[in-house]
Nanobody, 122 residues
Framework: QVQLVESGGGLVQAGGSLRVSCAVSGLTFSSYTMGWFRQAPGKEREFVAL????????DYADDVKGRFTISRDNAKNTVFLQMNSLKPDDTAVYYC???????????????WGQGTQVTVSS
């Protein structure tokens, strides 16, 4: 049974930082591209960042580039998203997903976590 469990969300003031984590079990973690996506109320889920199986390749949405950093620990089957200089527009539920190839598109991510709420106050 594949499980992705996000944690680390919370309430933070604008300009602050948070690190969210996604612990994965039930699949060969080191074979998967891992992505972070987010969904704000009334909006569609959108791409935030991804990292390939080895960590050698990352990609970011334009509005988080330079503020967010994705990383992974294959020994611990965990992917992280370090979020700095947070803005109120970053408020959303953050989801991690697993895909078998590198892509920003949502459909190829076959496995998802339940999400963790990140709220940035102004």
């Amino acid at each position: 049974q594949v499980q992705l469990v996000e944690s680390g969300g919370g309430l933070v003031q604008a300009g602050g930082s948070l690190r969210v984590s996604c612990a994965v079990s039930g699949l060969t973690f080191s074979s998967y591209t891992m992505g972070w996506f987010r969904q704000a109320p009334g909006k569609e889920r959108e791409f935030v960042a991804l990292i390939n199986w080895s960590g050698s390749r990352t990609d970011y949405a334009d509005d988080v580039k330079g503020r967010f950093t994705i990383s992974r620990d294959n020994a611990k089957n965990t992917v992280f998203l370090q979020m700095n200089s947070l803005k109120p527009d970053d408020t959303a539920v953050y989801y991690c997903g697993a895909a078998t190839f590198v892509t920003r598109a949502i459909a190829p991510y076959k496995y998802w976590g339940q999400g963790t709420q990140v709220t940035v106050s102004s």
